[in-house]
């Protein structure tokens, strides 16, 4: 680890770039942090969901007499009890959902759409009697032929998943039934000929697999519900506050009626911002009159989770000689899964905006097919696009002979450049990560036999959005911080020394909480890399306006005017005309707020702009078994820009996680279906993450260009990570061959077929 | 007077790259462009507002000045 | 179904319940014994968020039937700090920021230990691999095995 600062920003921080132990990290290295399943009440049900067989079919008859005669058995819920609800947008959180679409993947109306859509759901005094119960509902199904790849969603006589639905966004649409459900576009300068000016052009379809968040911790939820109507849920989330929102919206309810507390979370990388079986649980409790658990299995939250899109990507890209980009075309295919919305969107946005390109246009298609109902996860659809661009670059890098990190160099965005996306860049730190993973020794590491370097950068946005925070002092002089983000990687430590840099006392006498619904401010979710940044600008807030009271009573003690309190280096010192008082410490004020006005508290809210865009440079050596196809990861670096790292070990543990799982959808995971259309690799022993053992040490260099937006400098570091990894690691495997290859993931088989068809 | 650039779909739909508008606010502005280009209408609620380089999620009440420039982008997501 | 009434041993204490034939011993210890310190991952031995120590023996607890605890000594994450404080592995994983969920942990803390007695001077391949059965989706194993190595140095009595 190493850190690099751009031109810094010039406040001299204590306790921000430390690096303390996590306040919760107790509870958790002893077993005492409660998850989404850890928690029982008294009186509590067990509740479990019959999940369809077929991927595609319409749901005739469904009878749930036998199985309500079952012992045990205390409720049973399908989609007539859902109300009926309307199309239209929906602001849930960080993305648009159709409440419509939201609903029926919870539960099913009319058609399931995937292996593994729910139908039914029951609550029983034990689990064992909730899924006997499952076995008894007799549900009639007119099987329907499946739509199982992006190929298959297109063909002219395509089954339509959605009839009488029409495809949106920018024309031309297709006419009449289609699988397609939205279309963008856009172009800038004259592609064609720019192409025709070209000294080199690559061009090719890039393929990368659904694959899944792989949080360890299955979805779980406890709802308690009161005659009055009112709603009591504990779960496993990204967002209390979303999760209140969806739950009224799919239930129809008054959000007034809901109280959300969010329990540790187990990880979620975007896949926990969305609800499954939440509003099922209110119903079931809300029937059988008590509390309701529901925990998925592995196998649940593979087959009705998740994933994201499997994409084809039609790419093409022309340099001159020297480097310089001219041209970029590029088609995108993007699977929704069983309903519409997969991050074509952002996917478009990010695609060229590490570059200077002139010309560019693209396509980009969210299509449905029936798998799984995308989710967020980890900088959606930006490491799909980046695995097309990323991996031409390095095409046209060998054809030019020129070093890979050069070529980006020459073309790569810097301050005052407009992005692809429209607006100009502020402050951004590409340059001087592409040049610092450039001066690393890894890049001058001698490669053996079979080994080959791989290069690839990202980008991605990060955002703002709503927070809120709220400091009390305690009367010893210590400090509590309450926000509303659920802490998936450390950001409670973050807040913590946020809250010990604004008021200048250590960071182990701060306490941050994670609030509920009902006792904090509100805050949209934790997501989008925005937790230390906005929630972190909500904190410093919070604290400026403790500092004020401070000053105040400070002022009272002394008798003289606010003006002359300042507060500096956790004291309050006299100036004019009351510099002759000893200067009070936090403690010493705290002490005495009895007497000067009663307690100390103080809250902050902020909707920030979204966050500034962070890059990243990824650097992989790879060892190819040219016997087997085996790939073996030999050294990895991350490169980011972090503009300022609050606590430096998480942000390295951000760029760590985001690459192994960019490197496990590269080398080992995808969603294989068997021809009906059923998930044939439900588990972690088929699913193939990435396990200690299958990786090196990833060594991290923290770049620090401060961003303008935030006080401190900070940027969003929790997505832009998985971003070029994909590319990263198919570059490297594809030179360590001699070949290239354009499908990920690059599995022993797929290797061995790319070096046989490379010897002909 | 405000610049706004038009990408993609709403370059088709107003027929121009970008156009000059008066107006103090960001909800002004929309709700001037909503009277210009009635195909507009409500295809700029929830966007994601670039003013002079700057991304905001909520927009709605920030100030324009006269040599601002406007980009209005998908709503931006993340994971 | 008659139920098994089983005697066993749990962190060095005694404990009596009552199973059916087919729980697994993770279900008796979680909602039964209320020991929800070992996490569920998968129910199918492939993620190690439920290991457990089983005479010694590292074990997942979900392919554990909990009938077969009988008479035998299990250890679990609630056991491995003492009245006086921290084990050296859970300081270690503190220190180190290995953890960012936390979900992994009790279990990957659990394995630590029983590698450790085992071999208390791992390589850094030896740790690797005798851990590639606890899945960590959130930090990429490098903090994690980082602890590892430092805390197998300071229960040898070395400063790493
Ligand atoms: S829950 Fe036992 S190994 Fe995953
Ligand atoms: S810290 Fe989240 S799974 Fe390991």
């Not at chain 1, 997501?527 to 909500?538: D, L, N, Q």
């Not at chain 1, 070990?649 to 799982?661: H, L, P, W």
């Not at chain 3, 930090?139 to 790493?160: H, Q």
Request: overall charge neutral; hydrophobic content about 40%; proline content about 6%.
């Amino acid at each position: 680890m190493s850190n690099q600062n751009g031109s810094g920003s010039d406040r001299k921080f204590k306790v921000v770039g430390t690096r303390p132990i996590r306040h919760d990290g107790l509870d958790k290295v002893t077993g005492r942090a409660n998850y989404g399943a850890d928690l029982a009440l008294p009186g509590m049900l067990q509740g479990a969901i019959l999940r369809s067989p077929h991927a595609h079919a319409r749901i005739k008859k469904l009878d749930v007499s036998k199985a309500l005669a079952m012992p045990g058995v205390k409720a049973i819920v399908t989609s007539a009890d859902f109300p009926e609800i309307g199309s239209g947008g929906m602001a849930a959180g960080e993305s648009h959902i159709d409440p419509k679409d939201l609903q029926a993947n919870i539960m099913a109306r009319g058609k399931v759409l995937y292996h593994g859509h729910a139908v039914a759901a029951v609550a029983a005094s034990t689990i064992e009697q909730a899924r006997e119960a499952c076995k008894m509902i007799t549900v009639d199904y007119e099987v329907l032929k499946p739509v199982m790849t992006l190929a298959q969603a297109l063909a002219k006589d395509a089954p339509i998943l959605h009839e009488g639905r029409k495809a949106v966004g920018v024309p031309p649409l297709p006419e009449g039934d289609t699988n397609i459900m939205m279309r963008l576009a856009n172009a800038k300068g004259d592609v064609d000929a720019a192409f025709k000016g070209a000294d080199v052009v690559v061009e090719g379809w890039y393929e990368a697999s659904m694959a899944h968040q792989g949080y360890i911790e299955p979805h779980a939820t406890v709802v308690t519900t009161r005659e009055n109507g009112q709603a009591e849920i504990w779960c496993s989330t990204q967002g209390p506050f979303a999760v209140k929102s969806m739950v009224a919206v799919t239930l129809q309810m008054d959000p007034n009626l809901i109280r959300v507390t969010p329990s540790e979370i187990g990880g979620g990388f975007g896949g926990k911002t969305t609800i499954y079986l939440e509003p099922v649980a209110v119903l079931l409790s809300r029937k059988a009159r008590r509390p309701v658990k529901m925990v998925m299995s592995r196998e649940e939250v593979f087959r009705a989770t998740g994933p994201t899109s499997g994409t084809r990507i039609w790419a093409k890209l022309g340099v001159k000689k020297d480097g310089s980009f001219v041209a970029a075309d590029t088609r995108m295919e993007f699977e929704a899964g069983g309903f519409a919305g997969s991050p074509m969107g952002a996917a478009s946005m990010t695609l060229y905006a590490a570059y200077n390109i002139p010309n560019f246009r693209f396509e980009g298609l969210d299509i449905v097919v029936n798998r799984p109902k995308v989710a967020a996860y980890r900088a959606p659809g930006a490491p799909n696009a980046a695995y097309a661009l990323e991996t031409a670059i390095d095409e046209l890098a060998q054809k030019l002979a020129i070093d890979p990190i050069d070529l980006r160099l020459k073309n790569a965005v810097k301050e005052g450049d407009v992005a692809s996306y429209g607006p100009k860049y502020d402050r951004i730190g590409f340059i001087e990560c592409l040049q610092a993973a450039k001066n690393h020794p890894q890049y001058k590491a001698p490669l053996g036999k079979n080994q080959g370097r791989g290069v690839g950068a990202g980008f991605w946005f990060n955002v703002g959005l709503q927070s809120s925070a709220t400091v009390s002092i305690n009367d010893d002089g210590s400090a509590v911080v309450r926000t509303g983000n659920p802490d998936i990687g450390g950001s409670r430590a973050s807040m913590a020394i946020t809250v010990a840099e604004e008021l200048g006392i250590p960071v182990e006498r701060v306490r941050p909480l994670v609030g509920d619904t009902d006792t904090v401010g509100y805050c949209d979710l934790t997501g989008g890399s925005r937790v230390t940044y906005a929630t972190g600008m909500a904190v410093i807030e919070a604290s400026k306006n403790v500092i004020e009271h401070l000053r105040a009573r400070a002022a009272t003690i002394w008798g003289c005017e606010v003006d002359a309190v300042e507060w500096r280096d956790g004291q309050a010192v006299g100036t004019n005309g009351a510099s002759n008082n000893k200067p009070l410490s936090l403690a010493d004020i705290a002490k005495q707020m009895a007497h000067t006005g009663g307690p100390i508290i103080a809250s902050a809210s902020v909707n920030p702009p979204a966050a500034g865009p962070g890059f990243g440079v990824h650097l992989c050596d790879i060892e190819v078994d040219p016997e087997t196809g085996r790939s073996t990861v030999l050294r990895y670096l991350v490169v980011q820009d972090a503009g300022k790292a609050v606590h430096p070990s998480y942000v390295e543990g951000q760029f760590q996680g985001g690459a192994a799982q960019g490197i496990g959808w590269a080398l080992w995971e995808e969603y294989l279906f068997d021809k009906d259309g059923k998930m044939e690799n439900p588990g972690f022993l088929d699913y193939r993450m990435p396990v200690a053992s299958d990786l090196p040490m990833i060594d991290t260099v923290v770049v620090e260009v401060p961003n303008p937006l935030h006080p401190y400098g900070v940027r969003g570091v929790g997505e832009t990570p998985i971003v070029p990894p994909l590319a990263t690691v198919g570059n490297a495997v594809s030179r360590a061959i001699g070949v290239r290859m354009h499908q990920l993931p690059m599995t022993p088989p797929r290797v061995l077929d790319a070096i046989e068809t490379k010897k002909g | 007077m405000a610049k706004v650039v038009f990408t993609g779909g709403l370059r088709t739909l107003v027929g121009a790259e970008s156009i000059e508008l008066e107006a103090a606010r960001v909800v002004d502005l929309v709700a001037a462009l909503y009277a210009r280009y009635p195909a507009l209408e409500g295809k700029l609620e929830g966007a994601t507002v670039a003013i002079d380089g700057t991304l905001h999620h909520d927009a709605r009440y920030q100030r324009l000045l006269p040599t601002s420039e406007v980009h209005f982008l998908a709503p931006i997501a993340g994971g | 179904m008659a139920k098994i009434q089983v005697q066993t041993t749990i962190n060095g204490e005694t404990f009596d319940y009552l199973c059916d034939g087919q729980q697994s011993l993770l279900s008796v210890l979680r909602d039964e014994l209320g020991l929800t310190g070992t996490k569920e991952g998968c129910s199918t031995g492939d993620c190690g968020a439920c290991s457990i120590t089983l005479d010694g023996q590292l074990v997942p607890s979900c392919l554990v039937l909990a009938a077969e605890a009988q008479g035998r000594e299990i250890g679990t994450v609630e056991g491995v700090s003492s009245a006086t404080g921290l084990h050296p592995i859970q300081q270690k994983f503190l220190e180190h920021a290995a953890l960012q969920c936390g979900v992994c942990t009790p279990g990957l803390i659990v394995a630590t230990r029983a590698l450790l007695l085992k071999n208390p001077n791992p390589t850094e391949a030896e740790a690797r691999y005798y851990l590639a059965g606890n899945l960590c989706r959130c930090t990429g194993y490098d903090k994690i095995i980082k602890a590892v190595l430092d805390a197998a140095a300071s229960m040898r009595g070395e400063s790493a």
